[in-house]
T-cell receptor
Framework: DTAVSQTPKYLVTQMGNDKSIKCEQNLGHDTMYWYKQDSKKFLKIMFSYNNKELIINETVPNRFSPKSPDKAHLNLHINSLELGDSAVYFC????????????FGPGTRLTVL | AQSVAQPEDQVNVAEGNPLTVKCTYSVSGNPYLFWYVQYPNRGLQFLLKYITGDNLVKGSYGFEAEFNKSQTSFHLKKPSALVSDSALYFCAVRDIDNNYGQNFVFGPGTRLSVLP
């Protein structure tokens, strides 16, 4: 069984469109995250939710809006897509916050044309 | 704010030789330190972590890392490299004494190539 899954795996879209990426974990974890990995492989945290509550909100354009309908899901909605949004987006989860290992999904490669 | 440096973009090593991937960190308080590995077109996988206790931490696939507080380092090591170890390695730190230490800061990554 896949521990952390993301859909879609690939997303190609035009500038200005709105798109969503879904993430689900079946590990029973309380905390979920969204990361962005750019073309140089730099990895940066965007958001973190703990028990459906937003606890980390890094400096991310407000075009990005996370939504956590329940503890097992954390979706990422992006409005008015820009070329610079092209990246690989990773979802991750952990049992708790500080010391716990994060489990990553396979990533969603977003290409904005 | 915490930060992580991985001074080498690329490390090349012959199969069977020992490998070291370097990591230094900066935090205002005490660190939690992690190593993750990323294989091509895959998500990151946990290797090992230092939280407290013994400075030498053993992890998955024969990897280990030594926490050195005086040198603020957490280098990843393996006694005998395998071709299958070739991947991108990330060091990460969390400042446990910082109220905003929920953040998880990753280093820029080091690409390890193990040559047959």
């Amino acid at each position: 069984d896949t521990a952390v899954s993301q859909t879609p795996k690939y997303l190609v879209t035009q500038m200005g469109n709105d798109k969503s990426i879904k993430c689900e974990q079946n590990l029973g974890h309380d905390t979920m995250y969204w990361y962005k990995q750019d073309s140089k492989k730099f990895l940066k945290i965007m958001f973190s939710y703990n028990n459906k509550e937003l606890i980390i909100n890094e400096t991310v354009p407000n075009r990005f809006s996370p939504k956590s309908p329940d503890k097992a899901h954390l979706n990422l909605h992006i409005n008015s897509l820009e070329l610079g949004d092209s990246a690989v987006y990773f979802c991750a989860s952990s049992l708790g916050l500080l010391t716990d290992t994060q489990y990553f999904g396979p990533g969603t490669r977003l290409t904005v044309l | 704010a915490q930060s992580v440096a991985q001074p080498e973009d690329q490390v090349n090593v012959a199969e069977g030789n020992p490998l070291t991937v370097k990591c230094t960190y900066s935090v205002s308080g005490n660190p939690y330190l992690f190593w993750y590995v990323q294989y091509p077109n895959r998500g990151l996988q946990f290797l090992l972590k230092y939280i407290t206790g013994d400075n030498l931490v053993k992890g998955s696939y024969g990897f280990e890392a030594e926490f050195n507080k005086s040198q603020t380092s957490f280098h990843l090591k393996k006694p005998s490299a395998l071709v299958s170890d070739s991947a991108l390695y990330f060091c990460a730190v969390r400042d446990i004494d910082n109220n905003y230490g929920q953040n998880f800061v990753f280093g820029p990554g080091t690409r390890l190539s193990v040559l047959p």
